[in-house]
């Protein structure tokens, strides 16, 4: 049922991502999608950086552990949520960086203008745009966060990723390699405007 080439990207993933400090300790989960019903998740507890085979457990679309010995991440039904939402998405990473994590304690959402790494996201062709990454309030009933999500994406909000207050960010892709660009070409882009904020040369 795992796809072990899919599996091993995602524990390349995890690795860079723990190198460039995006997901500290047991922080951020992945995932990709088997079927319709079936998603591959990081068990809940592990070391990103440190992810084997092992680690990646089965849940079905509603984010019930297939084997029930098993628990997955705390935040599975937000992955559940993105793979009904967008039928496009075919893998998704959390990360838990320090950009995104200082940049959304303060704002409601996070305007990138202006960079070339934009293109990267989806119906993007050019560095002359702008997306608005909205920050929703964190939540330890992931229920009603996934739902509060679910609701501002019917209404066009969150289509390029979106960000939980003072705690990380969401991203997804059609492949895992797509996926884990636009992690990258995010967390750059909120370096870029923590950055920016701290010379006070932040716009907003
Ligand atoms: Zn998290």
């Known amino acids: 049922m795992m796809d072990a080439s899919r599996s091993e990207s995602l524990i390349a993933a995890g690795r860079l991502f723990h190198q460039r400090g995006w997901v500290p300790a047991s922080g951020g989960n992945f995932s990709y999608k088997i079927s319709t019903d ?13 992810l084997s085979a092992e680690n990646l ?14 628990r997955s991440s705390a935040e599975t039904l937000l992955h559940c949520q993105i793979y009904a ?8 990473f959390h990360t838990h960086s320090v950009a995104s994590t200082v940049l959304s304690r ?3 959402s996070l305007r990138l203008a202006d960079f070339e790494l934009l ?10 745009a702008a997306v608005e990454i909205p920050v929703f309030e964190n939540d330890q009933d992931i229920r009603r966060l996934a739902a509060q999500v ?6 066009g909000q969150g289509r390029h990723g979106y960000l939980i207050r003072g705690h990380g960010l969401y991203v997804w892709g059609s492949s895992v390699e797509l996926a884990r660009y636009r992690i990258e070409a995010l ?3 909120f370096q ?11 716009s907003d």
């Open 187 to 189: 967390e750059f882009m």
């Open 192 to 202: 870029c405007e923590l950055e920016a904020a701290r010379v006070g040369g932040s």
């Open 106 to 108: 303060t704002r409601n």
């Open 57 to 70: 457990m089965l849940v079905d679309s509603a984010g019930a552990a297939i084997d029930p010995a098993r």
């Open 119 to 128: 293109k990267i996201l989806e119906g993007i062709e050019t560095h002359e």
């Open 38 to 50: 079936r998603i591959a998740i990081t068990a809940s507890g592990c070391h990103k950086g440190e």
């Open 85 to 92: 939402r967008d039928p496009l998405a075919a893998a998704v």
């Open 150 to 155: 679910d609701a501002a994406m019917l209404n």
